[in-house]
Every structure is written in structure tokens, then in C-alpha cells.
């Protein structure tokens, strides 16, 4: 099995900036490739940003470009983060991590996913 588990979540402002952490452990995960996904209220779950295991690919969400980064770590590649800067209130949802084998697999469909981690911004 995969566990992950997602932490930095919070209220902030409009304009503002939050990093959420993803650490995923287990022996099942092996160079996957990770993603994070968003659900705001009464709104279906959505692709937000997915990144491969090396690093060297990235994906992103219309809504999100120019303003979220997603990376992993260096040294221990079973963190992923998500910088969010010029946080808007549209930006409030619950946002997940996901994991699976390949960057297409984890947006298409990811066989893994956290708790969640809840997002509010503020206007």
C-alpha cells in the first residue's frame, strides 16, 4: 500500500501564498509520479498540478499556471509540494494528493490518494 498524507493548509488572504506538502511512504511506491488534485464545495474533484518522478515533467491546470509550482524533493522524492502565490477566493477547495505510476496515470485516474488538506482564501 501507499500512504500519503498531505499537511499546510490554512486560511489566508487574497493575494496571498500557502505551501502545501504531500510525504508519501509505503512499500508499494516506487518512482511514481505525484499530483494534486481540488475540490471546492458543491464542485467535482479537479486536476490541479502532476509532476513525474524524476522531476522533469510537469503538468498544470489552466486556472492554476503562472501562479502555482509544484516540486519534489531533491534528495528524498517522496515529498512533493505546491507552491500557491496569488491565492484567490476561487482557490478555496480541499486539495489532495495523488500518486501513481506515470504523470498521464496520476491525472487520468491515480490509484492513490491522501485525506486532504483544506484551502481558504479569503477576500
Known amino acids: 500500500q501507499v500512504q500519503l498524507v498531505e499537511s499546510g493548509g490554512g486560511l489566508v488572504q487574497a493575494g496571498g501564498s500557502l505551501r502545501l506538502s504531500c510525504a508519501a511512504s509505503g512499500r508499494a511506491f516506487s518512482r511514481y509520479a505525484m499530483a494534486w488534485f481540488r475540490q471546492a464545495p458543491g464542485k467535482e474533484r479537479e486536476f490541479v498540478a502532476a509532476?513525474?518522478?524524476?522531476?522533469?515533467?510537469?503538468?498544470y491546470a489552466d486556472s492554476v499556471k503562472g501562479r502555482f509550482t509544484i516540486s519534489r524533493g531533491d534528495y528524498a522524492k517522496t515529498t512533493v509540494y505546491l507552491q500557491m502565490n496569488s491565492l484567490k477566493p476561487e482557490d478555496t477547495a480541499v486539495y489532495y494528493c495523488?500518486?501513481?505510476?506515470?504523470?498521464?496515470?496520476?491525472?487520468?485516474?491515480?490509484?492513490?490518494w491522501g485525506k486532504g488538506t483544506l484551502v481558504t482564501v479569503s477576500s
Open positions: 495523488a500518486a501513481d505510476s506515470s504523470v498521464s496515470t496520476v491525472v487520468a485516474g491515480p490509484n492513490y
Open positions: 509532476i513525474s518522478w524524476s522531476g522533469g515533467s510537469k503538468d
